[in-house]
């Protein structure tokens, strides 16, 4: 079966052709090659019934579902469909969701499964497709015809994905989400959505009601990956600890039973941290750490630290830490390690005791503002977190972090961090924390909040009654995607299957397809191959230089074996399936260089330096920052690819 090109409709567009039933002349008629069976004198045709079903379905493929582009109402916009347009076109087709106003869709409930494939780097050049129109008369936003297949080689070159010029009509652009200065994560524009007013009322009622229980704050895993924390290999291997990093102990597991028995009996202590840096011929290192308790309000450690390497700058004005007081200190880093460990792990058993051993206690939790920069001054992983930067929101909302001085004195109605050129007080700002947490547990979950509720795509999936039989939580999903996505953005789907490589998601995803209503995929070769994926620079890192451009043979082996995924998994998609291919974002090294260089600057004058002491790659001018908005600009722009199996 072939999936059918996409229509672009009119304001004046025909809603089709009408389909008249055809006439019969009421006699029985046998079918080529069938035998009349006699019965008592009468003849009984054996295909009548199978004649009957074979009517019903052709009446049913006059009638097949379709995508039209409303150009009328794209026309309207002065900007392109974004990546949660595209989220809510999948909820719409699978879930419950309103209809698209960009979108018209004829025969929404005879579309069986979708599957959604996020490919970065279908670029208008390797797709052979024009560029999108920059003339101020022309409107941007309106999809691209797709050239059909050149039928002989004079035509023209091929593109170097023909299973989308064979299968898709236009190409749609699109625009990831994100600021003047910086593209936010396509993933999580695309997985995650604003709470719908039905939901919203279930999750208010549920907000009031006052849990004074601080480990409801712990960060899950994925928050803490997301947040870049360095995670104990326990919890998940992604974190390669360098030498001179320690993990702690994994917690005791317990029963439902013992649990609640030691919830009663024994409190977790929560220590709120925090931690001070100079800069020395290494970077940032430890330079003073403060740790007072939660339930006590009681310093319990406040101690400096001899960096090993020479500090070149002390950065009073934020670490507060002066040549004079860091003089006479001896105490190194791995021993402020140790007495932190120390705390933080259970007290050893005694070898001499007779008595039965008593479960240990509940593993400690660290409390901060940001945490995961303490945690890497220390060279500590821990699992049990509680970050007052992820529980409080940013007035603008994420992935933007509030300040700890905004916070406390936007909420806790006093103001911290106030001795100028004297710098940051670690046991000030770790008290602000201890503050920030009793008045979330006292005013309730939504204290703090500026209602940028967000719930997940499987959430809302979940909630549906349309399909799989009406149930609720019926819609079954899959996510098969490069790396760990059971413990991101995959975590709430039915199924969800890591991979190494495009090969695998294919395969995972050939696996999956059958047995869900909707899948996802991503396709990473064609980027990675571009040097389009790269390790996040560290903020003082200078911009690694430009990776070397693949040959054109290598290129050609991706789009090759790209072209063949596509075209393996489409024809194994049951008919009535809907495919929505989107690119998600355009080349975006050059916003990432741009962007390198400017934090490179800002760092450079927050350590007190002068443009003129700065090196002129450094330096930071208007016109860098009008190149930055326009590259910003280009790496937003993306392509979507609509069709509907038939």
């Known amino acids: 079966m072939a999936m059918k090109r996409l229509q672009i409709s009119s304001p004046t567009a025909d809603d089709g052709p009408k389909h008249?039933?055809?006439?019969?002349?009421?006699?029985?008629?046998?079918?080529?090659?069938?035998?009349?069976?006699?019965?008592?004198?009468?003849?009984?045709?054996?295909?009548?019934?199978?004649k009957k079903t074979k009517k019903a379905e052709l009446k049913l493929d006059a009638i097949q579902p379709r995508f039209m582009y409303n150009i009328a109402e794209i026309n309207k916009r002065n900007h392109a469909i974004?990546?949660?347009e595209i989220r809510q076109l999948v909820v719409h087709i699978i879930a419950d969701a309103p209809p698209p106003n960009w979108l018209k869709i004829e025969n929404t409930p005879l579309i069986q499964k979708v599957v959604a494939l996020l490919i970065p780097g279908l670029t208008h050049e390797v797709l052979s497709l024009p560029p999108i129109p920059t003339s101020a008369t022309v409107n941007p936003n309106i999809p691209l015809s797709i050239p059909l297949l050149p039928r002989t080689p004079t035509a023209g070159p091929p593109p170097h994905v023909p299973f989308i010029a064979a299968t898709f009509s236009h190409a749609c652009p699109t625009r990831a989400p994100g600021d003047m200065y910086r593209m936010h994560s396509v993933l999580s524009a695309f997985f995650q959505g604003p709470l719908v007013v039905r939901a919203k009322l279930t999750f208010y009622a549920a907000e009031h009601v006052k849990n004074q229980d601080p480990e409801q704050y712990i960060l899950t895993l994925e928050q803490m990956l997301e947040n870049e924390y360095p995670i104990p290999s326990y919890m998940a291997d992604v974190f390669e600890k360098p030498t001179g990093w320690l993990e702690t102990l994994?917690?005791?597991?317990?029963?439902?039973?013992?649990?609640?028995?030691?919830?009663?009996?024994?409190?977790?202590?929560?220590?709120?941290?925090?931690?001070?840096?100079?800069?020395?011929?290494?970077g940032k290192e430890l330079t003073r750490v403060s740790i007072i308790d939660y339930y006590t309000e009681a310093v319990i450690y406040d101690?400096?630290?001899?960096?090993?390497?020479?500090?070149?700058?002390?950065l009073t004005r934020w670490s507060g830490i002066t040549p004079e007081a860091l003089g006479p200190i001896t105490t190194t880093h791995a021993e402020v390690q140790a007495h932190v460990m120390r705390l933080l792990s259970p007290p050893p058993k005694n070898p001499f005791s007779s008595s039965v051993p008593s479960p240990p206690p509940p593993t400690p939790i660290l409390l901060g503002h940001s945490l995961e920069s303490d945690l890497k001054a220390l060279k500590i992983c821990h699992p049990r977190c509680i970050d007052t930067a992820l529980?409080?929101?940013?007035?603008?909302?994420?992935?933007?972090?509030?300040?700890?001085?905004?916070?406390?004195?936007k909420w806790c109605g006093r103001e911290i961090q106030t001795r100028g050129e004297g710098g940051h007080d670690p046991e000030e700002d770790a008290r602000a924390c201890l503050s920030l947490l009793k008045k979330k547990l006292q005013e309730g979950p939504g204290f703090g909040e500026?209602?940028?509720?967000?719930?997940?795509?499987?959430?809302?999936?979940?909630?549906?009654?349309?399909?799989a039989g009406g149930a609720v939580g019926s819609i079954r999903s899959a996510v098969v995607d490069h790396g760990n996505p059971s413990v991101m953005h995959g975590n709430k789907?039915?199924?969800?299957?890591?991979?190494?490589?495009?090969?695998?998601?294919?395969?995972?995803?050939?696996?999956?397809?059958?047995?869900?209503?909707?899948?996802?995929?991503?396709?990473?070769?064609?980027?990675?191959?571009?040097?389009?994926?790269?390790?996040?620079a560290l903020p003082d890192a200078p911009p690694p230089p430009p990776p070397e451009p693949p040959t054109a043979e290598t290129l050609k082996t991706i789009y090759e074996a790209l072209n063949t995924q596509l075209k393996t998994l489409h024809a194994s998609l049951p008919s009535r399936t809907a495919l929505v291919i989107f690119t998600g974002h355009s080349d975006p090294r050059r916003m990432a260089q741009l962007n390198a260089r400017k934090a490179q600057f800002e760092n450079a004058v927050r350590n007190g330096k002068t443009s003129e002491e700065m090196v002129p790659d450094v330096r930071w001018t208007t016109s860098d920052g009008r190149d930055l908005e326009g590259a910003v600009e280009l790496a937003k722009r993306g392509l979507l690819f609509l069709g509907i199996k038939q």
């Open 20 to 50: 008249k039933k055809s006439k019969t002349d009421g006699l029985a008629t046998s079918t080529p090659g069938t035998e009349p069976v006699e019965t008592d004198g009468w003849t009984k045709v054996e295909k009548r019934k199978q």
């Open 82 to 84: 974004g990546i949660d």
């Open 250 to 282: 994994r917690p005791a597991d317990r029963g439902l039973l013992d649990a609640e028995k030691e919830k009663s009996k024994t409190k977790a202590k929560i220590y709120s941290i925090d931690c001070e840096m100079c800069l020395t011929e290494d």
């Open 303 to 314: 101690q400096l630290v001899k960096p090993a390497k020479p500090i070149t700058d002390y």
């Open 391 to 409: 529980m409080y929101n940013h007035p603008r909302g994420k992935p933007l972090k509030p300040g700890l001085a905004w916070l406390t004195k």
């Open 450 to 467: 500026f209602k940028t509720d967000m719930e997940s795509i499987f959430e809302r999936m979940s909630r549906s009654t349309r399909r």
């Open 493 to 536: 789907a039915t199924t969800s299957l890591g991979c190494s490589s495009d090969a695998e998601v294919l395969k995972g995803l050939l696996d999956v397809v059958p047995s869900h209503e909707f899948a996802f995929g991503r396709f990473m070769a064609l980027a990675d191959i571009n040097g389009w994926t790269t390790p996040k």
